[in-house]
């Protein structure tokens, strides 16, 4: 079993940054991946970024060129450096993590761009 415990979530105005971090813990788990979804109201989940064990990422085009997702191995935590954010990046954002077992996700952080 996979715990994931997700943090930075809030409040930014447009054009602001917000840094979201997502640290993975439990016995016995190799992470292929770890990316972030997010979710806005009446809308379904998407993806956002990910990056695999070896460090290859992928964007979504709408957040490319300004976010950045990153990864420290050795404390199996991935994190995601949101600039330049926009209204329409608000949305609930969820951690997700594929390991050798099975996909785990994080329990959301509310992320809000709002002047």
């Known amino acids: 079993q996979v715990q994931l415990v997700e943090s930075g979530g809030g409040l930014a105005q447009p054009g602001g940054s917000l840094k979201l971090s997502c640290a993975a813990s439990?016995?016995?788990?190799?992470?292929?991946?770890m990316g972030w979804y997010r979710q806005a109201p009446g809308k379904q989940r998407e993806l956002v970024a990910y990056?695999?064990?070896?460090?290859?990422?992928n964007y979504a085009d709408a957040v490319k060129g300004r976010f950045t997702i990153s990864r420290d191995n050795a404390k199996n935590t991935a994190y995601l450096q949101m600039d330049s954010l926009k209204p329409e990046d608000t949305a609930v954002y969820y951690c997700?993590?594929?390991?050798?077992?099975?996909?785990?996700w994080g329990q959301g952080t509310q992320v809000t761009v709002s002047s």
């Open positions: 439990g016995n016995n788990f190799d992470i292929f991946a």
């Open positions: 997700n993590v594929d390991t050798s077992g099975a996909n785990y």
């Open positions: 990056i695999t064990n070896r460090g290859r990422t």
